[in-house]
């Protein structure tokens, strides 16, 4: 099932990947976006982006992920932790802030201004305790920035960020708990 996000990023650097598993390789992070090369071959299929793409930029969003006790649909007396939304900063791998993710609806932000919505195309597992590894289709871009022209936005090397392995149940539900996370943002454009 396809979900749709809004995704408003504040990303102005090209900064290269954060280092951890999973991550793209790149020729270097000073080279201009044009020379770099990528390999995604360490990526699940379902989460490479197409040919016909190059990487325009690259961050590291570190922050929480919001998930909520509620009663769960169609289980009566079953309750489970949903999630609510992410809260996040937006860094170059040199650690400057380029911008914030937050939602709902998810939203990435560049510090320019531009802003990016779009829809999940797949996800693949990440690994035991991480969220997963996922690709999004971009729309065009809401203003002028660093989000003109993206194509796809991947989200890799996640850290953290799963549901939450306090109990839930009638005497927790609607109680909400933040969870730590890290994940690369790599965003790709047409070539």
């Not at 090369?37 to 990526?43: E, G, I, V, W």
């Not at 929480?64 to 007396?77: D, F, L, P, V």
């Not at 997963?132 to 989200?155: E, H």
Request: some cysteine; hydrophobic content about 40%; aromatic content about 8%.
């Amino acid at each position: 099932m396809n979900k749709t996000f809004a995704f408003p990023f504040l990303l102005a650097a090209l900064g290269g990947c954060s280092g951890m598993p999973g991550t793209m390789s790149t020729a270097g992070p000073s080279m201009p976006a044009e020379a770099r090369t990528a390999t995604q071959d360490s990526l699940p299929q379902a989460v490479r982006v197409p040919p016909g793409n190059r990487i325009a930029m690259e961050t590291v969003g570190a922050g929480e992920i919001s998930y909520q006790c509620q009663a769960k649909q169609g289980a009566a007396g079953t309750y489970e932790w949903v999630f609510g939304g992410p809260k996040a900063t937006l860094s170059s791998r040199d650690g400057a802030m380029v911008g914030s993710y937050y939602g709902p609806p998810a939203t990435w932000e560049s510090k320019d201004g531009s802003k990016l919505t779009g829809t999940q195309v797949a996800v693949a597992p990440a690994g035991s305790g991480n969220i997963p590894y996922q690709l999004v289709k971009a729309n065009p871009a809401m203003g002028k920035g660093a989000m003109t022209g993206v194509t796809y936005i991947q989200r890799v090397a996640t850290r953290g960020g799963v549901a939450p392995m306090l109990p839930c149940s009638a005497a927790t539900a609607g109680g909400i708990e933040m969870v730590k996370y890290q994940a690369d943002y790599i965003f790709w454009s047409g070539m």
